[in-house]
């Protein structure tokens, strides 16, 4: 065979001339014959072998070149017969291999054979891989026609390439098995020629494109591609190239990252070419920022490329890394993502332990400080992953000890981060830090404070002990030598000059004679104790003759030529040595007592240090996680769900390790029990669960005491809502089917009845627990009300009036108002021992003066109309024995001696001789009768009510019953319109019932008879007699239950609610201004008609000097506005002051009270001229800096362009009405924090004659000014341009003024428009009196002021003005009686009025 085969670039050069002995195909087999030349091929494979193909090489050519023209039989024939030709002459190759260099060296095998054979190979391998990449650009194709259609792609595929995926993985291994056969010893000099291997390798490639490839059901595929390119990596030199086709591919195919890092791991491994990852990295490294931002460059391909490589082969990529560390400072957040993770696992996997070098530690600490410096960076998608990557470093236990404070605080302080995903990175980086710390996280900073004082404390003790036991300083010969040397060296040069007078040198010579006895140790040993005392001269000259005497000692040997620079290394070495000498044979002595003493003090010093310094480092610890909890504690009420769920696991993570406070964040995410998003709910239900639910121990019993300790734990010192909040998941506990219910029953009723001892709130925290189990079984408490009175209700009620109330709120438990009962009422008798123990335990508390009988007075209240059988009666016989007793301790101070059937004047007796009564014991005698008031009317309206509808519903039932069938076939046609008229007669009964129950409560419970009436007068007397009864809590619990009466009637009401607003207005006590305003609020609700004129003075108390009553006010107001109670007007303005309150909690409530409004349609919108006509008022007095940050929350509420138009139009308008500077500022101000649009914009420029002549001051010039250079961001070019004309406007006007600006035409318009707006201005009547001002620190108003004028109920009426109402709490009484008396009452019958809407426009 003469010719040889070159592997062409591009298919068609084969047809084409060539070079000399350069095959060229010369028969191309049309289509019609390919399946018989096919044919012929097979049968010669079957006779000749392999080497057929040097004859039949132009079929399988045939087949390329007519590849979109034949059919899928022949291109399955021809794949099959190349891959048979591949495997065979692997075959046959391999029966070479082993004596194929036996015969070239012994030249058995010629040349023209051996190129016989390498023809073959690059023949089949040229054809096998161009048809192989041929067909797999055939299945992608179809893979994406087919994508679209459901189920249309496995039919489509299924006549053609189905067994593609199977015979694609055939063709890769016979490829692999041939390439990894020597085959380098077919060419010359075994140099294979680079068109081979590229044409294996790019067949590979294009394999690789195959969007399928990184799927799990293409591994086998995979797995062979990167074994093929691993062969000709490290056999055939194409590293480089490799190198290369990975960046490229990479910089197309994203999905190949992966597939990438599995390849350079494989081939640096298991094939040994380390080279590569250098190669790839370095190609990634040298890629330019610039490059990297451009589309299409690939940047995030190669960010997960590096991330997963790095997680593979970690060690391998730190010799790199500098070369990516240049990644860090450019703009790709990607690549930065990248070269933190790589850093992430090399300290994760590589750099962690205690086995490090120098050089190994220097590395990790820097890397640790670029991490850290990352935790600031800009893009907060590169944060949040150098916090997880700070995750997994803590949970692997990888981060120094070092690092731990410095990295915590940064993770506390991301969690201000604006970015939401870092929040939850960084509480998962936090919670990583609490599970793995080294600390002990169970001490409070404040358990840690006094340990550490006392233990400082004794290490500076143990400092001063060994500093006054420290030696004299000892000076090292080394240190005299380097004094000494100076002198030594004059005198060596001294005595080695020739002229020296012999007599003198006769004299030291006789002096210095060395003795041969002494030996060359002594004569050293004299020459430094000359040295020592300064006899230079001496030590030199015999240092001289000891060279003399011992030539061959070590000492001397240096001296054979005699320099200056020798015989001072000479003395140095004598004087020196002698100093280290001694030191060695100290060290080789036995250590005294002395010395152990000292190593001992020594090493104490040591451990103390260590101890202090342990210490140091928990508190600190400690003090991070507390500011972290109490941080993440706020965050469980954010309205991100992610972040809530993240904060639930985080506290029930510092839960389980015990961390110190953690309780508060476990009880504060318990209301989210009630959360409206189901997944924040189950996450806190999952939570509990989890944390209290679920106990360890090896028995049930242990089981169930420790469920009971743990939420006791929670229960004890709880509030009521979180009682109620617990309620919920514990009634889940017990009503679900747990193994544990029951044990846990009989462990709660021990500790109750205390069977095993136990403490009080332990107990109190069973018989909550009993409450809560109740509800889900009623049987629990109903079937051992005997128990529960015996133990709480007994005779000792006395002694724990709290255990007595919680068991009463037990009892309340098997209720029907909680248990929502539809049948026949469930109550008990009036003789039953419960209302015996209660009645008794109310009745003997009223005369002792127990702090916690009230709640327990209220609960039982309660439970007795909840549960008893005519509870009016009871309470009525309740309040007599109240009264009772409480005449009788009177009359045992031989006061006064009333017959209490004469109730009513022993009250007033008893009220006019005030000072002989117990004012506490008064005050709970009011307070127990204005529980009664209340819910005798609950009572009324709820179970009444509900009995009677009842019962007409089981009447009506039996007449329908009552009618035989015969009535029922008389129905007619007109069956629909009975029934309406039935609805409207079920509905005018329940007007009747209604109407029945408002009589009752008008007329005959505070009728003489009743004896509720007869506590009235008192209760008035105390409310309007501040000055005689000034007990605090005399006068809170007056005020309290007047308000209760007051809810009986609305004639009750009106008779006083005058003196109820003299109350909230004048008292001195901010607990009753607060109860005041609940109060008011209430009755708002029930009589809205009679408080609605009296509106003014509830936001009054917005303006109250303290922040319990503003905040109580703020909370109020809240709920009356969002639930429509209250209509929303201009005094809004005092909520919106409150944005600015100094009390972060008043602010809080404040911006959700805005929140909420805003949801409101158009609430804020028509609410804000007049909130800024109020707040920009001068008499107000408020600073511009507080008119802004309240202005800035409000208009950040309006985001619809209509409203924003509408808005600069009054704006506007009202510059006309303005007249003072602050005024017009605080206007311009507004108008700059509108997010305004074009259409504002335009609107604005036609206001232009409302604000123009206010132009020239800077408080207006201003905030116009901005709102044209936020206009001009983003603007098309012909906007732009109007808005840079009205700039120049605006300046021209404000520089040279507006007469020197506009034209005369306009000159002629501004006077029109000034006489319009004079005239309009003069019909505007002018307000008689400025506004009274309600902010706070300011003084009101007295009522004084206004003469003698009287003070009468308002009355709403359409045509007087807005007078505002104030009442003066700086009036000096001079009269016991406080009340307002007719006579103060103003003139103006009407406090609070509506104005019509023309008034409203005009002013």
């Given at each position: ?16 001339t060539?070079?000399i ?6 028969d ?10 096919l ?19 132009d ?25 048979q ?17 036996a ?17 073959s190979?690059?023949?089949s ?45 055939v ?23 680079e068109?081979?291997?590229r ?7 294009k394999l ?20 093929l390119?691993?062969l ?7 590293l ?8 490229q591919?990479?910089?197309?195919f ?34 330019s ?20 490589l ?17 990644h860090l ?82 993770a506390?302080g ?36 006094k340990?550490?004082?006392?233990e ?43 002229t020296?007078?012999a007599e ?27 040295l ?28 054979s ?21 001694a030191?060695?044979?100290s ?9 152990e003493?000292e ?14 310094q ?7 610890f400690?003090?991070?996680v ?16 992610s ?32 959360s409206t ?5 189950d996450?806190?239900v ?8 679920n106990?360890?121990?090896?028995t ?13 734990e ?10 109620q ?11 679900s ?5 029951s ?9 109750f ?28 408490v ?14 000792k ?6 255990l ?7 009892i ?5 108002h909680v ?12 003789d039953?021992?419960?209302?015996t ?9 009223v ?42 301790q ?10 209490v059937?004469q109730i ?9 001789q ?7 014991c ?18 009324l ?17 039996r ?17 629909s ?39 009235l ?5 105390v ?11 005399l ?8 308000s209760?009466?007051m ?8 008779a ?22 609940i ?18 003075n ?5 303006s ?11 909370t ?9 109670v ?27 009270f ?7 349609d ?34 950040s ?7 924003t ?16 500077e ?5 206007l ?19 206001c ?9 001051e ?13 206009l ?5 070019p ?8 009205f ?5 021209a ?42 902010k706070r620190g ?36 001079d ?6 008396a007719?006579?103060?009452?103003p ?5 609070i009025?509506?104005?019509?809407r023309?008034?409203r426009?005009?002013?």
């Amino acid at each position: 065979m003469s010719f040889d085969f070159f592997v062409p670039l591009y298919v068609g050069d084969l047809v084409k001339t060539g070079g000399i002995n350069q095959y060229v195909v010369q028969d191309v087999v049309s289509p019609k014959q390919l399946p018989s030349s096919l044919s012929r091929f097979k049968a010669a494979l079957r006779s000749q072998g392999p080497m057929c193909i040097l004859e039949h090489f132009d079929t399988g050519y045939s087949v390329l070149q007519h590849y979109n023209s034949v059919d899928l039989v022949v291109k399955e024939d021809a794949l099959e017969l190349l891959i048979q030709v591949v495997v065979f002459f692997s075959t046959v190759v391999s029966g070479l291999a082993t004596s194929l260099p036996a015969l070239l060296v012994s030249t058995t095998l010629s040349a023209a054979e051996r190129k016989e054979k390498l023809n073959s190979v690059k023949m089949s391998v040229y054809l096998l891989c161009k048809l192989t990449e041929s067909l797999e650009s055939d299945s992608c194709r179809q893979s994406i026609i087919t994508a679209p259609g459901k189920g249309g792609k496995k039919g489509k595929t299924g006549e053609g390439l189905q067994q593609w995926d199977s015979e694609r993985e055939v063709v890769l291994q016979a490829l692999v098995q041939l390439l990894q056969l020597d085959i380098r010893s077919l060419w010359s000099l075994s140099l294979v020629e680079e068109e081979f291997i590229r044409c294996v390798s790019c067949c590979c490639y294009k394999l690789l494109e195959n969007p399928t490839i990184g799927h799990v059901k293409s591994k086998p595929t995979r797995d062979s591609i990167i074994h093929l390119l691993g062969l000709l990596i490290k056999k055939y030199n194409n590293l480089l190239g490799a190198a290369v086709k990975v960046i490229q591919m990479l910089q197309h195919f994203e999905q190949l990252s992966s597939v990438f890092a599995q390849a350079v791991f494989v081939w640096s491994t298991e094939y040994g070419v380390r080279a590569i990852i250098g190669e790839v990295i370095r190609e990634i490294g040298q890629k330019s920022s610039e490059e990297l931002a451009r589309e299409g460059s690939g940047v995030k391909s190669f960010a997960t490329f590096l991330s997963e490589l790095g997680t593979l082969v970690p060690e391998l990529m730190i010799p790199y890394i500098s070369v990516l560390i240049s990644h860090l400072e450019g703009e790709s957040h990607s690549m930065r993502v990248a070269v933190c993770e790589v850093l992430g696992e090399i300290l994760v996997r590589v750099l962690c332990g205690d086995g490090l070098d120098e050089t190994g530690k220097a590395d990790r600490d820097r890397f640790f400080d670029t991490l850290q410096e990352h935790l600031h960076d800009t893009h907060s998608h590169v944060r949040t992953r150098v916090l997880q990557v700070y995750a997994r470093i803590v949970n692997s236990k990888a981060l120094p000890l070092s690092k731990y404070s410095e990295v915590m605080e940064l993770a506390v302080g991301r969690l201000m981060d604006k970015s939401i995903n870092v929040v939850k990175s960084a509480i998962q980086l936090l919670a990583a830090f609490i599970a793995h710390n080294p600390y002990s996280c169970k001490l409070s900073s404040a358990d840690l404070k006094k340990p550490l004082e006392k233990e400082t404390m004794k290490l500076r003790e143990m400092k001063d002990k060994l500093e006054a036991k420290r030696p004299v300083a000892v000076i090292k010969a080394s240190e005299l030598w380097a004094a000494m040397e100076p002198e030594i060296l004059v005198t060596v040069r001294a005595e080695l000059e020739p002229t020296v007078d012999a007599e003198i040198e006769h004299q030291e010579n006789e002096e210095d004679r060395v003795e041969e006895a002494e030996g060359d140790r002594a004569t050293a040993v004299k020459i430094a104790q000359y040295l020592r005392v300064n006899k230079y001269r001496n030590a030199v000259k015999l240092c001289i003759r000891a060279h003399s005497s011992f030539p061959e000692s070590e000492m001397f040997s240096s001296l054979s030529t005699l320099t200056s620079e020798n015989l001072m290394d000479t003395l140095a070495l004598i004087f020196k040595g002698s100093d280290e000498d001694a030191a060695e044979l100290s060290q080789n002595l036995p250590p005294t007592p002395q010395k152990e003493a000292e190593k001992e003090v020594d090493e104490g010093l040591k451990k103390q240090e260590m101890l202090v310094q342990y210490l140091k480092d928990t508190e600190t610890f400690a003090l991070q996680v507390e500011r972290a909890i109490y941080v993440i504690n706020t965050m469980l009420y954010w309205k991100t769900t992610s972040v809530v769920h993240e904060a639930v696991q985080f506290c029930v993570t510092v839960c389980e390790f015990g961390v110190a406070n953690s309780v508060s964040g476990v009880r504060k995410m318990l209301p989210l029990v009630w959360s409206t998003d189901a997944a924040i709910k189950d996450a806190v239900v999952q939570a509990y669960k989890r944390l209290y639910l679920n106990p360890q121990g090896d028995t049930v019993r242990v089981k169930a005491q420790t469920l009971v300790d743990s939420l006791s734990e929670l229960i004890v010192d709880a509030s009521l809502g979180t009682i109620q909040c617990l309620e919920e998941i514990v009634q889940e506990f017990f009503g679900s089917s747990s193994s544990l219910q029951s044990t846990v029953i009989q462990v709660l009723w021990e500790r109750f009845t205390g069977k095993r001892e136990t403490s009080g709130l332990n107990k109190r925290a069973a018989v909550l627990l009993l409450g809560m189990a109740a509800r889900a079984e009623r049987e629990v408490v109903l079937s051992n009300l005997d128990t529960l009175c015996s133990v709480a209700l007994g005779e000792k009620v006395t002694e724990d009036f709290l255990l007595a109330r919680d068991t009463v709120i037990t009892i309340c438990s098997i209720t029907d108002h909680v248990r929502q009962s539809k049948g026949a009422p469930f109550r008990l008798p009036q003789d039953h021992q419960l209302f015996t123990c209660l009645t008794q335990a109310i009745a003997e508390g009223v005369i002792m003066e127990d702090p916690y009988w009230q709640s327990f007075m209220e609960q039982a209240v309660r439970l007795v109309y909840f549960l008893a059988e005519s509870p009016d009666q009871l309470c009525s016989r309740l309040l007599q024995r109240s009264a009772r007793l409480l005449l009788d301790q009177i009359a045992e101070g031989g006061k006064i001696n009333e017959d209490v059937g004469q109730i009513q004047d022993g009250s007033q007796e008893a009220s006019e001789q005030g000072e002989q009564v117990s004012c506490v014991c008064l005050a709970q005698l009011l307070a127990l009768c204005g529980c009664v008031a209340f819910w005798q009317v609950s009572h009324l309206e709820r179970s009444v009510s509900a009995e009677l509808r009842r019962r007409r519903g089981e009447m009506e039932e039996r007449e329908e019953k009552g009618k035989g069938p015969g009535s029922k076939a008389k129905q007619t046609a007109s069956e629909s319109a009975m029934e309406e008229e039935l609805g409207l007669i079920g509905a005018s009964a329940e007007d009747t019932e209604a109407e029945l129950i408002r009589k009752i409560c008008e007329t005959e419970l505070l009728a003489e008879e009743n004896l509720l009436s007869a506590f009235l007068p008192l209760l008035v007397r105390v409310c309007s007699s501040p000055g005689r009864y000034s007990h605090p809590q005399l006068t809170t619990a007056a005020c309290l239950a007047l308000s209760q009466y007051m809810m009986i009637s609305p004639s009750a009401c009106e008779a006083n609610i005058r003196l109820m607003f003299t109350v909230l207005e004048r008292s001195a006590l901010p607990v009753v201004r607060a109860n005041a305003i609940i109060a008011l609020g209430d009755l708002t609700v029930r009589f809205p008609n009679i408080l609605e004129p009296w509106t003014q003075n509830l936001y009054a108390r917005l303006s109250d000097e303290v922040p319990s009553v503003r905040q109580t006010a703020v909370t109020v107001l809240t709920q009356l506005v969002l639930k429509d109670v209250l209509k929303v007007k201009g005094q809004v303005s005092e909520v919106a002051v409150l944005l600015i309150d100094p009390e972060p909690h008043i602010a809080s409530l404040a911006l959700n009270f805005f929140n909420e409004l805003a949801m409101k349609d158009n609430a804020i919108y028509n609410l804000l001229p007049d909130i800024i006509s109020r707040l920009s008022d001068p008499e107000r007095g408020m600073s511009s800096e507080d008119f802004n940050t309240i202005m800035k929350q409000l208009f950040s509420y309006i985001t619809k362009e209509r409203q924003t138009e509408s808005l600069v139009e009054k704006l506007c308008q009202r510059f006309r009405t303005a007249k003072t500077e602050r005024q017009w500022c605080d206007l311009a101000m507004s108008l700059s924090l509108l997010s305004m649009c074009e259409r504002g914009f335009k609107r604005l420029q036609e206001c232009w004659e409302c604000y123009s002549d206010k132009l020239t001051e800077p408080g207006v010039y201003q905030p116009l000014l901005s709102i044209t250079a936020k206009l001009r961001r983003g603007a098309k070019p012909q906007f732009k341009a109007q808005v840079d004309e009205f700039e120049k406007r605006l300046t021209a006007v404000h520089t040279r003024g507006l007469e020197n600006v506009e034209s005369p035409e306009m000159d002629e318009e501004n006077q029109k428009a000034g006489s319009s707006t004079e005239k309009t201005a003069m019909r505007t009547p002018l307000p008689t009196r400025g506004r009274q001002t309600s902010k706070r620190g300011q003084p009101k108003a007295s009522v004084s002021s206004h003469g003698n004028d009287s003070f009468v109920t308002p009355r709403k009426t359409r045509k007087s003005k807005k007078p505002v109402i104030t009442f003066s709490s700086d009036e000096d009484e001079d009269e016991e009686d406080a009340v307002m008396a007719e006579s103060e009452t103003p003139k103006v019958t009407t406090p609070i009025q509506r104005s019509s809407r023309r008034a409203r426009l005009r002013n």
